[in-house]
């Protein structure tokens, strides 16, 4: 495959952004094979600080293809967008601002690759072959950001801040730092009140935190799910960092309801939205 599907000079945004749900599909599913081809035999490295992440215990082309929902989700919200100019902050397997590069989006991805011991390299250099830039900065942490200060038109955030052991006030404020005056955050977080979770916790007694084999066996620090947020949890952190809320959108992806006790154990994941699987929040500086 070319490097390029469409060509990022030649496409202007108001077609970018008019591209169907199922173009978008098979451009996604094709950057998600390209980034599974490039990933290591052995996952020693990506998995030292998360047993979660161990190749036996985490299939991470189905991880990718069941994300498609989540990115799709964020698509839609790009035509209410302001400019072309995205950078995703801990994109990891980076499958998504990969086919948002292919759909004509000048994209950049601030990630530390060499948390990774080079097991992410092959990854990195797809990127950069498809003209998306690296920055080298880990944004969960405090940095010398002024280089960057009112670059970016959009920022997503896509799973990024359940992971931190610690406060989200710095990755908030780097990634406030970054955006320009009336520019936009696409916030998402997984919601610690999904349904199937609380009724498992209330009803069977099973931790709603990280396993505790994934604990266990990992290195300090571990870098699995340390907080995962409520619709409130979200909004403060919002208000606390100075962006006001665009919309709020709730949604599940991964499910399959394959028969009754599924549907029984699901549903009320898609009837209420505060028991929905994912956060996603759209933000304004």
Not at 153 to 178: F, K, Q, W, Y
Not at 252 to 270: C, E
Request: aromatic fraction near 12%.
């Amino acid at each position: 495959m070319n490097s390029k599907i469409i060509n990022s000079k030649a496409t202007s945004p108001t077609l970018k952004i008019a591209l169907s749900a199922n173009q978008f599909s098979i451009i996604y599913r094709e950057s998600v094979k390209e980034v599974i081809a490039r990933l290591p035999t052995d996952w020693s490295a990506i998995s030292k600080h998360n047993a979660g992440w161990s190749k036996n215990r985490f299939d991470a082309s189905q991880y990718l293809r069941d994300s498609e929902r989540r990115y799709a989700m964020v698509l839609k919200l790009l035509p209410q967008l302001h400019g072309t100019r995205i950078l995703d902050v801990g994109g990891f397997l980076a499958a998504f601002p990969l086919t948002l590069s292919r759909l004509g989006y000048e994209v950049s991805i601030a990630e530390k690759f060499d948390y990774y011991g080079g097991a992410l390299d092959g990854i990195a250099q797809l990127l950069a072959d498809n003209d998306i830039k690296i920055i080298d900065k880990d944004f969960t942490e405090p940095s010398d950001m002024d280089n960057l200060r009112s670059t970016f038109d959009v920022v997503t955030c896509m799973a990024v801040a359940e992971h931190l052991a610690h406060s989200p006030r710095g990755l908030m404020e780097n990634i406030h730092l970054v955006l320009k005056p009336g520019s936009d955050l696409a916030f998402e977080v997984p919601n610690l009140a999904y349904w199937p979770r609380r009724y498992s916790f209330f009803f069977k007694g099973n931790t709603v935190l990280a396993p505790i084999e994934d604990l266990y066996y990992s290195a300090s620090p571990f870098t699995g799910h340390h907080r995962e947020y409520t619709i409130d949890d979200a909004r403060y952190v919002m208000k606390q960092s100075e962006f006001k809320i665009v919309g709020e959108y709730f949604f599940n992806y991964g499910i399959t309801m394959r028969n009754v006790w599924q549907i029984i154990k699901y549903l009320p994941a898609f009837l209420f939205k505060e028991w929905a699987g994912v956060i996603l929040i759209h933000a304004r500086k």
